[in-house]
């Protein structure tokens, strides 16, 4: 016989922003944003749970305290509409296109119950019979009640830090024409803004339109785990030395890969009342004991219950948690009822496939109707244990920030969007951008910093890159960058002299120039006099002068001949004399650097020079890092292009990323200029990063320990399972928590073998701590390799074809079409 839904809907009204149910219930709704999974500690974990107690202590008498988890089967929908996307961004776009991913929601339902209203059982429910309004329900005095405790609750909740609540208004909680409000989702399991009516059958199985479902109960004790509590330790994350910690019913939230809806119900009444209850059922258990051991162990039971309430001041409360499960495809009941029986096996729970009693425990899910719950389906027990079976997580959400970069949900490898250096400043976790980046040979530590600083560029940012293994040769050809590298037909060549379009000879040009001469003249153990410094701030600002006039072009040569020829003569009138300048061991010292020198193709470049305005340049030191002179110089250049770029260039974001050079830079004296950029790059809206791959490294050198790490808020680490045993070194240089070193650990411990990608660590501020997967499109893979051969192929195809991105395409199309073959 059929019935209309309009006829049998518990629901009377929506006003005042609550929920009015037929029988007198009042229900205020929230939705919830509940911290990320894998990021709470143990520590986390009890806090959080504390937090639900003391919250469900301050709500009143006869209300009910109901939690809905949906999550449902998603898919990934990406952004082909922007038209300013770069070639890599597109094909990350179509990579990740129709990905799938558990989309959850979480609301939080709090009714008040008329306090002589009628206990519902399976064989009484509103769904079987109407009633009228009880008159307490039209006391204004029990919604202004409801409203100060259901305000004190939501204060409690958020004070914590872990969750923040948003109250549903009236339009969001009733369907209009063009748009299905919470109710009418959960009665058609239709989680989206439109409206779409279906049938809803309780024939064997629930019904609704063409969703198979299936409803699991944890209602008996008997199924009940022995014990609980606020976390259980998740194996395919642990190690020998850690152990991996997640929340006690995360099994039965993100990690449970199918649609469904976690509903958690919590019963709140009349303590004393209840109590009294207890006293009678076990004065009556004690009357039988003698005559049956299931007696006897019972009254045990209710004495222990009762003793613990009493000295312990334990909140008594009635509980009840079900699982509903839906499929399209009938076929997959079965694997549902194995995924559902394995997932409370990890709780040592035992899933309960309700059939009898289904369709009143569904009709009593409806947003507003948890006060019509089948009593008899529930269990009494304290808040402290019932809180245990709470949801306390969600997936990884995206920044909203227009900084930072795409990494991949770490169960699912879904998109998101991380902002690793403007939102944790703004949040006030973080006071600087710098990052420190610490992952051994093979690790994908080039991997994750191509990645990250392609990001950057196409958000706008300055990116000066040095590096000793041509890791960004692909993508410094693909962006149309500079790349100075040194090589017998090509050497490597920089003019530091040379002034822009729009850039002037100011003080700090002028310093950069003589700071460069004098590292050119004068030995690391000489010093340099005053007399000295000051004639080569004339000579620099004559020569400039005399550029102005005479149109040539500036580079070293001119600036030689002019202190040759036309300087010399100046210095003779005004009787200076060699032992305050010495300017004929000026000339010679710096003669190779000159015209027909060894060195002078150095100085002297006539392209690729203006650097100040380039926005992605990379120097490639690999064949000159034990140079003993073209070293130096090459590092005075590039520190005094980008600390360039980071006075002049005002509002833009710049980037400086020193590969394993960094141990050479800081051999050849050049550790000032490291400490100085940790120190101040902040103040112009940059950020410094330094790589490297050895454990040895960071605690040989007195640069990355002082300067480097204590001026690094960011730091990302990537697979340290050589170094597990010895791990203890490095959690206390680099200041890492207990939480953070189980994470670092976990990192590739349990990888989805059908995809290709590793995972990364990233720290900010030693507060906020996530693992992320570096998972990437095939074009990509190909611009970041790191490999001989693919290089080779990449450089072979790029040639062929004319230009970086066109050789890419062609040899990703090739290699997808003889993997699809």
């Not at 141990?663 to 790059?681: H, N, P, Q, R, S």
């Not at 680490?717 to 207990?738: A, M, R, V």
């Not at 953070?740 to 590793?758: F, Q």
Request: charged share 25%; net charge negative.
């Amino acid at each position: 016989m059929e019935k209309l839904l309009d006829d049998l809907i518990p629901i009377m009204d929506v006003e005042h922003d609550c929920i009015l149910s037929k029988q007198g219930d009042i229900t205020v709704v929230f939705q919830a944003d509940l911290p990320e999974i894998f990021t709470l500690s143990d520590h986390d974990y009890e806090a959080f749970h504390q937090t639900w107690v003391k919250a469900l202590r301050v709500l009143p008498a006869h209300s009910v305290f109901h939690k809905q988890d949906w999550f449902v089967d998603s898919r990934y929908e990406p952004d082909f509409s922007r038209e300013d996307k770069s070639f890599l961004s597109m094909q990350s776009e179509r990579y990740f296109n129709e990905r799938p991913f558990l989309d959850h929601s979480c609301y939080i339902y709090i009714t008040k119950k008329p306090a002589n209203r009628k206990v519902s059982s399976s064989l009484v429910s509103n769904l079987v019979r109407p009633t009228l309004m009880p008159e307490e329900t039209m006391d204004e005095k029990v919604l202004q009640d409801l409203h100060s405790c259901v305000g004190q609750f939501r204060h409690i909740m958020e004070d914590s830090g872990f969750v923040k609540l948003r109250r549903l208004k009236d339009d969001e909680l009733w369907s209009y024409n063009a748009k299905a409000g919470i109710i009418e989702q959960y009665c058609y399991l239709s989680p989206g803004d439109e409206p779409l009516i279906k049938d809803i059958q309780f024939d064997e199985n629930i019904r609704i339109g063409s969703q198979h479902c299936q409803l699991y109960t944890l209602a008996d004790t008997e199924d009940l785990p022995g014990t609980c509590g606020s976390q259980i330790h998740f194996d395919r994350y642990s190690t020998d030395k850690t152990k991996f910690s997640i929340g006690y019913s995360s099994s039965l939230g993100q990690l449970l890969s199918c649609n469904h809806i976690y509903n958690q119900y919590i019963f709140i009444d009349d303590g004393q009342k209840t109590l009294r209850k207890m006293e009678t059922k076990r004065l009556r258990l004690q009357s039988l004991a003698a005559y049956s051991r299931k007696n006897a162990i019972a009254l045990d039971a209710t004495n222990a219950f009762l003793n613990e309430a009493i000295s312990a001041q334990r909140m008594p409360v009635r509980a009840h948690f079900n699982l509903l499960v839906w499929t399209e495809k009938k076929e997959e009941l079965n694997e549902l009822n194995n995924k559902v029986s394995a997932a409370l096996a990890q709780m040592e729970a035992v899933a309960k496939k309700e059939t009898t009693g289904a369709p009143q425990i569904f009709w009593a899910g409806i947003p507003g109707n948890a006060a019509d719950f089948p009593m008899n389906e529930t269990f009494d027990c304290f808040a402290e244990q019932a809180s245990c079976f709470l949801n306390l997580e969600t997936g990884y959400r995206s920044s909203i920030s227009p900084v930072g970069l795409r990494l991949g949900d770490r169960l699912t490898g879904k998109p998101v969007h991380v902002d690793i250096s403007d939102e944790p400043i703004k949040k006030g976790i973080c006071t600087n951008r710098n990052k420190f980046i610490l992952g051994p040979s093979g690790s994908g530590k080039s991997f994750f910093t191509n990645h990250m600083v392609r990001s950057y560029y196409e958000q706008g940012s300055h990116i000066v890159l040095v590096d000793v293994g041509h890791s960004y040769k692909g993508l410094c050809d693909l962006v149309n960058g500079y790349y100075f590298t040194y090589q017998e037909t090509n050497p490597i060549k920089f003019n530091p002299f040379y002034i822009g379009e729009g850039d002037a000879l100011d003080t700090e040009k002028k310093e950069s120039i003589k700071t460069l001469i004098l590292a050119l003249w004068k030995k690391d153990n000489e010093v340099f006099k005053r007399s000295e410094y000051v004639a080569l701030s004339n000579a620099l600002t004559l020569y400039y002068a005399h550029i102005a006039e005479s149109d040539e072009f500036a580079c070293f040569n001119t600036f030689y001949e002019f202190l040759r020829d036309e300087f010399v003569p100046i210095l003779d009138e005004d009787k200076v004399k060699d032992r305050d300048f010495d300017v004929a061991n000026l000339l010679y010292v710096l003669r190779p650097y000159y015209q027909g020198g060894e060195f002078d193709y150095l100085l002297n470049a006539t392209e690729n020079i203006d650097l100040l305005n380039e926005r992605f340049i990379v120097f490639e030191l690999d064949n000159i890092k034990d140079h003993p002179i073209l070293f130096p110089v090459v590092t005075i250049i590039i520190m005094e292009v980008f600390i360039s770029k980071m006075r002049k260039l005002k509002g833009i974001r710049k980037m400086i990323l020193i590969e394993e050079a960094w141990k050479a830079i800081a051999k050849e004296g050049m550790a000032d200029y490291i400490k100085y950029l940790f120190k101040t790059v902040r103040k112009y809206l940059g950020e410094a990063i330094v790589v490297t791959q050895e454990v040895e490294d960071i605690i040989s050198s007195p640069v990355v320990k002082q300067a480097i790490i204590n001026n690094s808020d960011c730091k990302i680490l990537l697979d340290q399972s050589k170094y597990q045993n010895k791990f203890d070194q490095i959690q206390e240089l680099l200041g890492l928590t207990e939480k953070e070193k189980t994470l670092i650990l976990s990192v590739n411990k349990a990888n989805d073998p059908l995809r290709k990608y590793k995972e990364v660590f990233i720290s900010l501020g030693g507060t906020l701590s996530r693992v992320y997967r570096t998972e990437v499109s095939l074009e990509e893979y190909l611009c970041y390799t790191t490999e001989e051969t693919e290089k080779i192929k990449v450089i072979e195809y790029a040639g062929r074809f004319g230009s970086m991105q066109k050789g890419i395409a062609a040899l990703a199309s090739e290699m997808k079409s003889t993997a699809g073959t």
